[in-house]
């Protein structure tokens, strides 16, 4: 029919088909998206389904064998050809993206550079009445060598706008230095203005201020409350003389550098807050101001992630939903997101071996599999609004809401890839409470309140806070939040700033040290930076020595190490984003601007570790409680969670010196609880593990990868050497004990413990050893070949030492499988460790020259360990595996082997060799 209506009216034809998955066998997964649009079953009849599998994207070839050449002839393959080729889109994304901000109607005869200037010098006219006046500016005029104009401050605001920037220059050179400024004269404000100024129009950004200071302040003009500001453009003064903010930025030390980065181009994010109720009224404003075909709100897509995915797909294979419940629980979370279903699959044996037990599981899981990342529905998003010079439809797919509103079909990132001016309306419930409050206020009591004029030093409002009255103010009203704020009894609004972002995972550990600080309790205290004191008191003393703010770490990076604060940004942000080949630069960086301004090379390192554990609050890298570290100052574990309860304090731990890739000792500057997290484990063919969250990095040959992205084959870094300071000694014959005793020794006997041995050799060292013990006798028994010798004590009314010493090193009564070394064997000198070593493997240990196989054998897990850790310090390395041992019928057992070729033999034999005795 189409070929005999293409042929009567003269119309080309075109080869497609309809094509609504890509491959073939996407047909199953493409029967249960239907199954699950409709919310039908597989098992229903009537559901609404496809009536073959050839809906799909077919090959040249499969078209062309569909519709012959002698039928058709080449017409619509040529055709569909050239449609393609018509089709070629290019868009103006990455290298190619222009900022794309649309016009703002300006007053006649100005600029948009001009115009924000005159806005700004008349906004500072009324933020700093006491500094900035009319006078003042025309002293400037004067000074720039010109005559005042006659009229208000409007009209000398709108003379400053037009002087040349030549000008500027030669007074800029006058004005006071704004690095360090410890007063904000008229003068300085002028300056950091001009300077600010500067910056937005040598990144193209006026017309980006204008725009929002325009909505903004219309919605002030027409009664719709406005946040004070949020996120780094309140360290902007341009911002907050035009009306965009309604924080001092001067007052409360916010940097402008944090906001607009002249190191770094990139497009300003002002987000603003509007009464929820109201917040519609804005957006149809901005519709009208620059039309509606060029204004839309954008739009969000909603995926199938993995954990709804499964869910999904079960309840259509008819799965009952306990089921469904359970296998998706399967999948772990990681920062609130649960893992692709082919990461869990890896990850969790429960779920692999659900697959393989149930066909039906494993065909759920693989078309599960199949529809992961799939866009479910598309809604709106709760804020954002682009804005445009040009049609948007010139632009951008666009689509309608329920309402009929138009709305991108790109998503935030799409729509700010492509350049387009961005803004977030939020709007907040709380601004609608505040009107409500300001209503009733005004019909009961006849009084206007003017939220922008009320006093931040009200003794009574902080009277009020002490008590821990806090309820339905923002941020302070939870639990926990009132409890802080009633043990602080906040003075001034810095220390309800401090608080808000003091309590939050990581950094709410530093809130007792605060608030002790606070009420002078506890001194403000510099000791670990000697060097680095005096550029760290004027940053952290508002915060009592405790960095709060990221604007601090850009503080302390400019004045320890002479950074810019466009560099500290860059700094910060990779601190944040924690780029470790960026950090090593910039951590040398540091390290030579702070030498060259005195601070020793040892101190900076430990001061930007501090910076880097501060910046890196949100994203900290976790391990257990239960982990344990080695104290470089002792050589003794420490526990996690004993450093951070401060029951372990001034800890040094030995870290990777990328530069060297020698292992080197530097302090713990911070550790703290982060609540409940995700640990894995992972484990080394040496049978090392590690527990740990998901972003912990670990060393490979292709420098810091994260744990979550190692799979089984992957190569880690371990150390070939460990370093320490000894901190404890044993006499010969203690260490001697303790080796035979944890190999060959019942620890268990009613009437305290015996050793045993089959070789005279050995039978003469143990005797020895005891006969190094004040009261302690011992009798020989040999049994089948098996000497066994019995520790009593002489006198009978005072204990044993042979038996206290082993009490007090915690053996006593440990079973086999129990044993475990002492803390104490931890801080021995390598010495001590050799003959502990070398004693042990007397017992349970064997060396094979022929095989050349040197092992070590025990039933304790922990004792193993604890072994393969002590050969480290030696500079041996082992490899740890568990295995069956053949004794009374099978018992589970662990073997540490020796590495290395024939010069770790050589090592062994120079290091334990002077204290092996027997047989073995």
């Known amino acids: 029919v189409l070929r005999e209506f293409a042929r009567k009216y003269g119309l080309g034809m075109v080869a497609t088909n309809d094509g609504h998955y890509v491959r073939k066998e996407d047909a199953r997964a493409h029967e249960v998206l239907l199954a699950i649009q409709s919310k039908s079953t597989l098992d229903d009849p009537n559901r609404w389904r496809?009536?073959?599998?050839?809906?799909?994207?077919?090959?040249?070839?499969?078209?062309?064998?569909?519709?012959?050449?002698?039928?058709?002839?080449?017409?619509?393959?040529?055709?569909?050809?050239?449609?393609?080729?018509?089709?070629?889109?290019?868009?103006?994304?990455?290298?190619?993206?222009?900022?794309?901000?649309?016009?703002?109607?300006?007053?006649?005869?100005?600029?948009?550079?001009?115009?924000?200037?005159?806005?700004?010098?008349?906004?500072?006219?009324?933020?700093?009445?006491?500094?900035?006046?009319?006078?003042?500016?025309?002293?400037?005029?004067?000074?720039?060598?010109?005559?005042?104009?006659?009229?208000?401050?409007?009209?000398?605001?709108?003379?400053?706008?037009?002087?040349?920037?030549?000008?500027w220059e030669g007074l800029l050179r006058e004005l006071p230095p704004l690095e360090g400024v410890r007063e904000w004269t008229a003068e300085a404000i002028l300056h950091r203005a001009l300077y600010e100024l500067a910056i937005i129009e040598r990144m193209g950004f006026p017309g980006y201020f204008l725009i929002v200071q325009d909505y903004i302040n219309w919605a002030k003009e027409n009664g719709i409350s406005v946040g004070p500001g949020r996120g780094s453009a309140a360290g902007s003064l341009v911002a907050y003389a035009v009306g965009i903010t309604n924080i001092d930025p001067l007052r409360f030390g916010l940097l402008f550098e944090r906001f607009l980065n002249p190191e770094r181009v990139s497009m300003p994010d002002i987000d603003t807050d509007f009464s929820d109720h109201k917040r519609d009224r804005v957006i149809e404003y901005v519709r009208r101001r620059y039309g509606k075909d060029k204004v839309a709100q954008i739009g969000t897509f909603g995926s199938l992630a993995s954990k709804a995915a499964l869910k999904d797909v079960a309840r259509v294979y008819g799965i009952p939903h306990k089921k469904a419940e359970e296998l998706a629980k399967l999948i772990p979370v990681?920062?609130?997101?649960?893992?692709?279903?082919?990461?869990?699959?890896?990850?969790?044996?429960?779920?692999?071996?659900?697959?393989?037990?149930?066909?039906?599981?494993?065909?759920?899981?693989?078309?599960?599999?199949?529809?992961?990342?799939?866009?479910?529905?598309?809604?709106?998003?709760?804020?954002?609004?682009?804005?445009?010079?040009?049609?948007?439809?010139?632009?951008?797919?666009?689509?309608?809401?329920?309402?009929?509103?138009?709305?991108?079909?790109?998503?935030?990132?799409?729509?700010?890839?492509?350049?387009?001016?961005?803004?977030?309306?939020?709007?907040?419930?709380?601004?609608?409470?505040?009107?409500?409050?300001?209503?009733?206020?005004?019909?009961?009591?006849?009084?206007?309140?003017?939220?922008?004029?009320?006093?931040?030093?009200?003794?009574?409002?902080?009277?009020?806070?002490a008590r821990g009255e806090t309820k339905g103010v923002f941020q302070l009203e939870s639990g926990?939040?009132?409890?802080?704020?009633?043990?602080?009894?906040?003075?001034?609004?810095?220390?309800?700033?401090?608080?808000?972002?003091?309590?939050?995972?990581?950094?709410?550990?530093h809130i007792p040290t605060y608030i002790r600080r606070h009420h002078g309790q506890e001194p403000v205290s510099y000791q670990e930076f000697p060097h680095a004191e005096k550029y760290l008191r004027p940053i952290l003393d508002e915060t009592y020595g405790i960095p709060v703010y990221q604007e601090q770490i850009m503080q302390i990076a400019s004045a320890?190490?002479?950074?810019?604060?466009?560099?500290?940004?860059?700094?910060?942000?990779?601190?944040?984003?924690?780029?470790?080949?960026?950090?090593?630069?910039?951590?040398?960086?540091?390290?030579?601007?702070?030498?060259?301004?005195?601070?020793?090379?040892?101190?900076?390192?430990?001061?930007?570790?501090?910076?880097?554990?501060?910046?890196?609050?949100?994203?900290?890298?976790?391990?257990?409680?239960?982990?344990?570290?080695?104290?470089?100052?002792?050589?003794?574990?420490?526990?996690?969670?004993?450093?951070?309860?401060?029951?372990?304090?001034?800890?040094?731990?030995?870290?990777?010196?990328?530069?060297?890739?020698?292992?080197?000792?530097?302090?713990?500057?911070?550790?703290?609880?982060?609540?409940?997290?995700?640990?894995?484990?992972?484990?080394?063919?040496?049978?090392?593990?590690?527990?740990?969250?998901a972003n912990h990095p670990l060393y490979t040959p292709e420098g810091w990868r994260e744990l979550s992205a190692l799979r089984p084959g992957d190569f880690v870094a371990l150390p070939r050497h460990l370093p320490y300071q000894p901190s404890e000694d044993l006499k010969p014959h203690e260490l001697d004990l303790l080796g035979f005793a944890l190999s060959e020794g019942n620890l268990r006997h009613p009437s305290g413990f015996y050793l045993y041995t089959s070789s005279e050799e050995e039978l003469a060292a143990m005797e020895e050893a005891l006969a190094g013990f004040a009261n302690t006798r011992t009798r020989v028994a040999w049994r089948r070949g098996v000497a066994h010798i019995y520790v009593g004590r002489r006198d009978r009314k005072v204990p044993s030492e042979a038996e206290a010493f082993l009490k007090e090193m915690g053996l006593l009564g440990l079973a086999a499988k129990d044993k475990h070394l002492p803390e104490k064997v931890f801080g021995l000198s390598q010495e001590g460790v050799a003959r502990l070593l070398g004693r042990l493997w007397v017992g349970d240990g064997g060396v094979d020259p022929k095989g050349r196989l040197i092992h070590y054998a025990t039933a304790s897990e922990a004792l193993a360990r604890g072994v393969q850790h002590l050969l480290l310090r030696l500079g041996l390395q082992s490899r740890l595996v568990e295995k069956r041992f053949p004794y009374r019928g099978g018992r589970q057992g662990y073997v540490v082997y020796l590495l290395g070729d024939l010069e770790a033999a050589r090592r062994f034999a120079e290091t334990l060799g002077p204290y092996l005795l027997g047989k073995r």
């Open 480 to 509: 926990g939040m009132t409890n802080t704020v009633r043990g602080l009894k906040p003075r001034r609004l810095e220390d309800i700033i401090a608080l808000v972002s003091l309590y939050r995972p990581g950094p709410m550990e």
């Open 50 to 167: 496809f009536p073959c599998d050839e809906f799909y994207v077919k090959t040249p070839e499969e078209m062309r064998a569909m519709l012959p050449k002698e039928e058709w002839g080449d017409e619509p393959f040529d055709n569909t050809v050239e449609i393609a080729r018509m089709c070629e889109v290019d868009l103006p994304i990455g290298d190619k993206m222009t900022y794309r901000i649309p016009r703002f109607p300006l007053p006649k005869g100005r600029t948009e550079a001009q115009y924000l200037r005159e806005l700004t010098f008349k906004g500072l006219l009324g933020r700093y009445p006491d500094r900035i006046t009319e006078d003042f500016y025309r002293e400037v005029f004067r000074r720039l060598g010109k005559m005042p104009p006659h009229g208000d401050g409007a009209a000398l605001a709108a003379s400053l706008a037009q002087v040349e920037q030549a000008a």
């Open 334 to 465: 990681q920062f609130g997101k649960p893992k692709p279903l082919a990461e869990a699959i890896e990850l969790v044996p429960e779920l692999k071996a659900e697959m393989e037990k149930d066909p039906k599981v494993r065909e759920v899981i693989e078309v599960a599999m199949r529809l992961e990342g799939l866009n479910r529905h598309a809604s709106v998003h709760a804020a954002g609004v682009v804005i445009a010079q040009e049609p948007l439809t010139d632009l951008v797919p666009l689509m309608r809401d329920q309402e009929g509103r138009p709305v991108t079909q790109y998503d935030m990132g799409a729509v700010e890839a492509l350049g387009l001016l961005k803004m977030d309306f939020l709007g907040l419930r709380t601004l609608t409470f505040l009107d409500e409050a300001k209503k009733i206020v005004k019909e009961s009591k006849g009084v206007e309140l003017d939220y922008d004029r009320l006093p931040l030093d009200d003794p009574k409002t902080f009277e009020l806070l």
């Open 560 to 693: 320890v190490a002479g950074y810019s604060l466009g560099e500290a940004d860059l700094l910060r942000r990779a601190m944040g984003k924690k780029k470790v080949e960026e950090m090593q630069k910039h951590r040398e960086r540091f390290v030579r601007g702070a030498r060259e301004r005195g601070v020793p090379e040892e101190e900076a390192n430990r001061l930007f570790d501090m910076l880097e554990a501060f910046a890196n609050y949100g994203f900290n890298k976790c391990l257990p409680g239960r982990a344990r570290v080695v104290d470089f100052r002792t050589g003794k574990p420490v526990s996690i969670e004993a450093i951070v309860r401060g029951e372990a304090q001034g800890v040094w731990v030995v870290s990777l010196d990328e530069r060297t890739l020698r292992l080197v000792p530097r302090p713990v500057v911070a550790a703290f609880s982060s609540g409940k997290a995700q640990v894995y484990r992972l484990r080394t063919a040496t049978g090392r593990v590690l527990e740990a969250t």
